[in-house]
């Protein structure tokens, strides 16, 4: 029965059936992951780099987490089937639909001339 609101492992409820509150809390692990990976690479980008740089590298790692906890409050676990379930460039869409990611890539082409 849809919205049922069922209660998950992390004692929050979520809207869907049993089943499909299982298979969403089967996939947030990997959701986490996935942004462990790509946090990661800022991470390992930000050590290299110089200042400029390296601050707007750290406000995308800021934004990056900032949507990791957006995504994560879902409480449909029909969100988690629909959008996570095959991982391909979801992390890096959600930073780049972001106005504030748009003004920190403007700003380094303006610095840099290079996209």
Known sequence: MQGSGLRSDAGRNESGTASQIEWAERIKPRVHAE??????????????????????TLAVIA????KRVEVMAQDQAGY????????KDQVRKLIAA???YQTIKADRVRQTGKP
């Open 63 to 66: 934004i990056l987490e900032e």
């Open 35 to 56: 942004f462990d990976r790509v946090a990661n690479a800022f991470h390992g980008a930000a050590r290299k780099q110089a200042e400029p740089d390296r601050s707007g």
């Open 98 to 100: 972001d106005s504030r």
């Open 80 to 87: 988690f089937i629909r959008e996570w379930q095959e991982l």
